[in-house]
Structures are given as C-alpha cells and as structure tokens.
C-alpha cells in the first residue's frame, strides 16, 4: 500500500493522464525530443526507466534493448502500452513505487529517469533504489530540470514552486545533484542542457 503522499502524486496523474502530453508540446517539440534521441539511442542491455509516464521515450530506445518501465500511475501506464504496442521492442511496463523496487539487486544495465526526480515525494529514498537495482557496471542516466545555480533564476524557481507543485505536483527548485550525492551514487557527467543550467543532465555509477 502506498503512503499519503505518494498516493496524492498518483491521483494527481491519473487526473492529468488525459491531456498530460498537450501541456509539454512545445517543450517536446524544441527541446525535449531532441535530448531523448541522443540520450537512449546508442543503449544497449536491460533498461529500467523510472517514472516512464506516458511512455515518451520508448521510440527512442535502441533495437538491442529489453525495457522495463514503472510508474505509479496506472493511467499513465495505460497512454504508454498504448505506445508500446505500436512497437516492435521488448518492453514490460509495471505499476511500482520509485521508492520501493520490486526489482533484486543489481539487476539492470542502465536506470533512466526524465523529468522524474522532481515529483517523487522522497527523491533520496527513490535514488537509493536506483543505485541498489543497478549493476556495478552499470550507468544512472537523468535529464531533470532543477534549481539555478543563478541567482535571479533561481528566484523566479522559488517564486513560481507553489504554483507548480499545486498544479502539476513539479518541484522545479530542487537540489537534485546534491539528491543525487545524499544517495551514494557517484556523478561521473554533470551538463548543461538548456535555459542556463535548469536543464541538466547527469551520468552516475554505483
């Protein structure tokens, strides 16, 4: 069963499931599909996405690829079977808690999570997960957006939080490299992707 919390984020993307793609559209479409494609493309092995929402970046994974995807909301999981089924991949798609993996230890190639950290009510206690469910020579791939090391960005962050959390259950002024550090996971790639530093991406390993 899950907690207060976590049910209030599943509830929330059940509501949202319907149009949760309309509201990143033109994200998607400068920015966001162009950072899946370089990320997923080149993967090969056991994958688990984290938090695989709708399923947008299962068009992106390679051929040689066995995908699992967990999300807590089981809408969200009904929108990306339906993705997954104009596929021709191996992919599993499960109900699960980012904070509690049904999964043994050191049992994936590659852990992914885009745009996930964010919404997780205990993000440590998900990246703990993360780092036991990965094989030791095995890689954590995230592309989060997060706080400015800018000052006056990271005000607008801060200003706008409440804003965001009460609609869409977004964090955008998270610390998540210094999450991601709490966990034990060890940051070998830390880039810049868009609007100043807000949109990063980092590589980590056991």
């Known amino acids: 069963m899950y907690n207060k919390n976590t ?8 509501r949202f499931s319907f ?14 599909t162009k950072l899946r494609k370089e990320t ?11 938090g695989v929402g709708t399923g947008k970046n299962l068009l992106f994974y390679g051929s ?5 995807g967990v999300d807590i909301s089981p809408k969200m999981l009904n929108k990306a079977r ?14 699960m808690d980012a904070q509690d993996l049904k999964f043994k230890d050191n049992s994936f190639d590659y852990v992914i999570g885009t745009f996930i950290l964010c919404s997780i009510p205990e993000p440590i206690k998900a990246l703990k ?10 890689k ?18 801060w200003l706008h939080n409440p804003i965001t959390v009460w609609l869409l259950g977004l964090n955008v002024n998270r610390d998540t490299r210094k999450n991601i550090l709490e966990s034990g996971i060890h940051i070998t790639r830390d880039e810049n992707l868009a609007f100043f530093d807000v949109f990063r991406r980092f590589t980590g390993v056991k």
């Open 7 to 14: 049910l209030k984020v599943q509830k929330r993307y059940n």
């Open 19 to 32: 149009f949760y793609d309309y509201l990143e559209y033109l994200l998607e479409k400068i920015l966001f």
């Open 40 to 50: 997923l493309g080149n993967l090969n092995g056991n994958i688990l996405e984290i």
């Open 64 to 68: 040689k690829t066995n995908i699992t």
């Open 82 to 95: 339906q993705r997954a089924g104009k596929l021709n991949k191996k992919i599993n798609l499960l109900e």
């Open 129 to 138: 997960e993360i780092k036991r469910v990965v094989k030791p020579t095995g």
């Open 140 to 157: 954590i791939i995230f592309i989060e957006h997060v706080l400015s090391k800018n000052k006056f960005i990271a005000f607008l962050e």
